[in-house]
């Protein structure tokens, strides 16, 4: 059965995310059959896997990095938080329900079956796993009932690697104070120590490591020097929302309070000249050449933020004169009317920025697949992306039904029975459920004002063509000329070997493996 290593942080934001991916795509390229796992993740950025199901798309980046297809096993529990003291609670790919933090923590015990099963399924299929915890283990509040740092290291019977983040500052006393913080049989799980996104002289580093080794007898495996990758990160955490500078091509992404899936923007920042700004205020705004409205966790409450500060007015004018494109959530605010009759977010029904001719109905059951497909027919600047391919997927709460189709409900009912087809899906510990695969001509819907577009598929943007059409018709508008954007495949392929590169000559490997040896295999 597989051997296990774990990497654990002294805090949110250590590295831990990109530290897994590195270690996956270095055991990869020597050889042998690795995968993340991850008990439990936090994050508004998810995605949606073959089957229908949902997970965390830090487990998806460390997959990709494995070479293998993401899997729910590699994360089954995953919270999406809805306010400042609650999330849902998502299980093996579904939705279990909101709980509230004092609710889930009593709760979360019943899940250490779930856990267990999954990782015995990766264990099926891996030489190594790669366990990823969150935060910090010295959280001590927190040590009863935990399933995600020490606790789940003692379930799997893993060895640690703990980072810290130098970066911030006080390295040492974030390791050793954790160190302090454990019990003697968390402290003897501890094997190696990280110094991570260390900039300057190394060797400035000798003395202070030199006592940290000597006060609790365990190796420095590795001092890793800050890295430019660009990859996918942690959303609560991500430096790209401090990223204001603009570029040739300036695209403005609305970033409200519980913007979700920022990752469909991710490709327009590796073309050349182009700038993604995530933006909160009206004075941030400025004048940019296109306007993104994201997903949201809370579509009504975040359409109530904008109407509230100003942006949806900004936003509804600079739509005469640019482009503005609705994804999910954003897709949602953009129509006439949302209503939400099962109280899923706020109840009631509030009023869209009426942008597009949809009403949206918020509904109990979560729409979960992935899609493909090729555009539709367009008019106006969104032409030139009719008839190109598309991948995406889909997680939504909420049905938008055209104005127009309103009338038409027995056409309505025939398209869609043509639109999709169904099948079971099996998961392990639970009863067959059913999804849905998405198989139609149609990917965005317009307006009267051709300038304006909406759609629910996440991912839309990564292949190149697409990217690359969207951006060169921006560029014409202005008179420029833009260089084309690279595959984003195959970008993100050279970032996990670039990573792998850069942690083989700073981390031990050598010793990292020797601990892999002496661990207990299961």
């Not at 600079?318 to 099962?342: K, R």
């Amino acid at each position: 059965m597989a051997k296990v290593i774990m990497i654990q942080g002294t805090m949110s934001g250590a590295g831990k995310s990109f530290l897994v991916a590195g270690l996956c795509r270095i055991m990869k390229r020597d050889g042998y059959r690795v995968a993340p796992f991850k008990s439990q993740n936090m994050a508004l950025n998810s995605f949606v896997t073959e089957e229908g199901l949902e997970m965390g798309r830090a487990q998806v980046m460390q997959a990709e990095a494995a070479g293998l297809a993401p899997l729910v096993c590699m994360n089954p529990i995953l919270l999406k938080p809805t306010d400042h003291t609650g999330s849902q609670v998502i299980v093996n790919g579904l939705v279990l329900g909101n709980m509230s933090a004092r609710e889930y923590f009593s709760y979360k015990q019943r899940l250490i079956p779930d856990i267990k099963r999954a990782f015995r399924k990766l264990e099926e299929m891996a030489d190594i796993i790669v366990i990823e915890g969150a935060g910090s283990p010295a959280e001590v509040n927190l040590r009863e009932n935990d399933i995600v740092n020490m606790g789940l290291a003692e379930i799997v019977d893993a060895p640690v690697l703990l980072a810290g983040d130098i970066d911030r500052g006080g390295v040492f006393a974030q390791l050793l104070g954790t160190l302090m913080l454990l019990t003697e049989e968390e402290r003897k799980r501890v094997k190696g120590l990280i110094i991570n996104k260390f900039r300057g002289d190394r060797s400035l580093l000798d003395s202070g490591i030199e006592i940290l080794e000597e006060k609790r007898g365990i190796p420095v495996t590795g001092v890793v020097p800050y890295m430019d990758i660009q990859l996918e990160d942690e959303d609560s955490l991500t430096e790209r929302f401090g990223k204001k500078e603009k570029g040739k091509i300036d695209i403005a992404v609305i970033r409200y309070p519980r913007i979700s899936n920022f990752t469909d923007f991710n490709v327009f920042e590796q073309i050349p000249e182009v700038s993604v700004r995530y933006i909160a205020s009206i004075a941030e705004l400025g004048c940019p050449d296109m306007v993104f409205l994201p997903g949201s966790k809370n579509t009504m409450s975040d359409l109530d933020w904008m109407r509230g500060n100003g942006l949806e007015a900004a936003v509804k004018k600079m739509a005469q004169n640019i482009p503005v494109c609705g994804i999910c959530g954003g897709y949602q605010m953009m129509g006439e009317h949302i209503s939400d009759p099962e109280g899923m977010e706020n109840g009631g029904t509030m009023k869209g920025m009426g942008l597009l001719p949809v009403t949206t109905r918020l509904k109990r059951e979560k729409v979960r697949r992935q899609v493909h497909g090729t555009v539709n027919k367009m008019e106006g600047f969104f032409s030139i992306l009719s008839g190109l391919e598309f991948n995406g997927y889909e997680i939504h709460i909420g049905e938008s039904v055209r104005k127009e189709v309103l009338t038409l409900a027995a056409e309505a009912a025939s398209q869609r029975t043509s639109m999709f087809r169904t099948g079971e899906c099996p998961e392990s510990g639970h009863s067959p459920h059913r999804f849905e695969i998405f198989d139609a001509e149609a990917a965005f819907v317009t307006g009267r004002n051709k300038n304006v577009c909406g759609t629910y598929i996440h991912g839309i943007f990564d292949r190149a063509a697409i990217a690359n059409a969207l951006v060169t018709a921006l560029a014409e508008n202005k008179g420029l000329s833009i260089e084309s954007c690279i595959d984003y495949k195959d970008f993100k392929e050279k970032q996990y070997d670039k990573l792998a590169d850069i942690l083989s000559e700073y981390l031990n490997m050598e010793e990292i493996y020797g601990i892999l040896r002496e661990a207990h295999i299961r």
